[in-house]
T-cell receptor, first 114, second 113 residues
């Protein structure tokens, strides 16, 4: 299995532009998570899906952030409009019963908003 | 509110030393605890997963222990190597917020030859 695949690996954009991050979870995993990592705040859960349905989006910082999971093999995290304070590394993770088997993380997307 | 603390924040040791990394959590009600490794500019790699009913897990030179009642876990690395240099993160799985992992800030380890 190729693991959790994220794209792009790096994204540099200007303030005010729309940014879309993509994630392909491991086949057979039924839960998908979006995390954000910064030096100041560490790893924070933004949103998670179970069976393609958003279960908890309480970590989404503002209405500028939205996430979708149209099918079991694809999810997007969109920021519109982007701001410099959104600069961070965004990780996608997936699991099949995280309590028993844990979580697998992608390599992340490093976002820089200038 | 569950909080996870990792001590030390950074560690630099010569190759060959046995190491202990510490993780503490404020609420002992957890489903499991997971140790991850993160290389610079990379994602998180799962090292060990300890269920709440278990005391320890071992993988190669790594051994993780869990003491739920005292809210502590340790990651023991035997005979450290330069390739072990990375940031080590622990995360707990609380019962509320079923799928929410709560992460510590990590211990940045440097093993020099």
């Amino acid at each position: 299995d190729a693991g959790v695949i994220q794209s792009p690996r790096h994204e540099v954009t200007e303030m005010g532009q729309e940014v879309t991050l993509r994630c392909k979870p491991i086949s057979g995993h039924n839960s998908l998570f979006w995390y954000r990592q910064t030096m100041m705040r560490g790893l924070e859960l933004l949103i998670y899906f179970n069976n393609n349905v958003p279960i908890d989006d309480s970590g989404m910082p503002e209405d500028r952030f939205s996430a979708k999971m149209p099918n079991a093999s694809f999810s997007t995290l969109k920021i519109q409009p982007s701001e410099p304070r959104d600069s961070a590394v965004y990780f996608c993770a997936s699991s099949f019963n995280g309590v028993l088997y844990g979580y697998t993380f992608g390599s992340g997307t490093r976002l820089t908003v200038v | 509110k569950q909080e996870v603390t990792q001590i030390p924040a950074a560690l630099s040791v010569p190759e060959g030393e046995n190491l202990v990394l510490n993780c503490s959590f404020t609420d002992s009600a957890i489903y499991n605890l997971q140790w991850f490794r993160q290389d610079p500019g990379k994602g998180l790699t799962s090292l060990l997963l300890i269920q709440s009913s278990q005391r320890e897990q071992t993988s190669g030179r790594l051994n993780a222990s869990l003491d739920k009642s005292s809210g502590r876990s340790t990651l023991y690395i035997a005979a450290s190597q330069p390739g072990d240099s990375a940031t080590y993160l622990c995360a707990v799985h609380p019962p509320e917020g079923y799928n929410k992992l709560i992460f510590g800030a990590g211990t940045r380890l440097a093993v020099h030859p």
